[in-house]
C-alpha cells in the first residue's frame, strides 16, 4: 500500500513543490489549501486528491479530519502553511498582522497537529510491519536569528518551532518521527510578495543578484527525503540557506567567486 501524505500550504511554493515530488516518488498525496483554483490545478498536474480548508478555522480543520478518518490512513503530516507579512518594526508594527502570522504559522500548525496525531497513531497501529508516522513542519531561519523589520514573523516561527520541540518530548517512546526544517531565503513566487502586500518591486528586490537562491523544489527534495529515510532515523532540524546567505544578516549579492591570493 502507498505512504500517504498530508501538505498543508499546498496551493503554491514550497507546499505545490512538495506535492509534486511526492507524487513522482508514489505517495498518495492529499494537497490542502485555501485556493479551490489552485488546488485543481495541482490535482489536474500531479494526480494529488485535494481539499479545500483553511487552517486558521477549527471547524474546517475538524472537516478535514473527518475526510482523512473516512478515506484511508495518515502516515506523514507536512505542516507547510504559513507566511509573513510586512517588515515594521516592533513600535509601528501592526496588531492584526501580528495577529495573522501567530494564527497561520502557530495557532494553525497547532489546530492540525491535535485534528490529525490520532489518525496518524491508528496508521501505525494498523500496520504489519515495523515503521512509524511522521511530522514534518517547515519553520524559518527567523525562529532562531531576529533582523529588525521581521519582529513578528521571528516571534511567530519561534513560537512555532518551540510547539515541534516540546511536541517531540511529548511523543517520545512513540514511533512518531517529528522534523523541523528551517530555511533561509527561498525565492518562491508568493511569499515576498505577500509580506510587501503585493507589491511586486519591493518583492523582486529581495532577491535581486543573489547568486542562486533557493527554490521551493530544493526544500520538497529535503522535506521528501527526511521522510523517506528508515523509520528510527530521525532529522530533528535542518537548517538550509543558500550558499550567498552565509547568516541571516549576511547576504552576498553578485556572482560567487573564489578569493584570489
Known sequence: MPQRAVVTGASSGIGAATVELLRDRGWDVLA??????????????????????????????????????????????????????????????????????????????????SALLPLLRQSVADRDSTGGADIVTVTSTAARTPYEGGAGYNA????????????RLELAGEPIRVVEIAPGMVHTEEFSLGRFGGDQS???????????????????RL????????????????????????AQHKL?????????G
Open 32 to 113: 490542502v489549501a485555501r485556493r479551490a483554483d489552485r488546488l485543481k490545478e495541482l490535482a489536474e498536474r500531479t494526480g494529488a486528491d485535494t481539499f479545500v480548508a483553511d487552517i486558521t478555522d477549527d471547524a474546517a480543520v475538524a472537516e478535514l479530519r473527518d475526510h482523512l478518518a473516512a478515506t484511508g490512513p495518515v502516515h506523514t503530516l507536512i505542516n507547510n502553511a504559513g507566511g509573513a507579512i510586512g517588515v515594521d518594526s516592533v513600535e509601528a508594527g501592526s496588531i492584526e498582522s501580528w495577529r495573522s502570522m501567530f494564527e497561520v504559522n502557530v495557532l494553525g500548525t497547532k489546530r492540525v497537529v
Open 156 to 167: 511567530a516561527k519561534a513560537a512555532e518551532s518551540m510547539l515541534v520541540q516540546v511536541l
Open 202 to 220: 519591493k518583492a523582486d528586490a529581495v532577491y535581486a543578484d543573489v547568486d542562486h537562491p533557493l527554490v521551493a523544489a530544493d526544500i520538497a
Open 223 to 246: 522535506i521528501v527525503d527526511s521522510v523517506e529515510l528508515p523509520w528510527h532515523v530521525d532529522l530533528d532540524l535542518i537548517t538550509v540557506r543558500p550558499v550567498a546567505q552565509a
Open 252 to 260: 552576498i549579492r553578485g556572482k560567487l567567486q573564489v578569493k584570489q
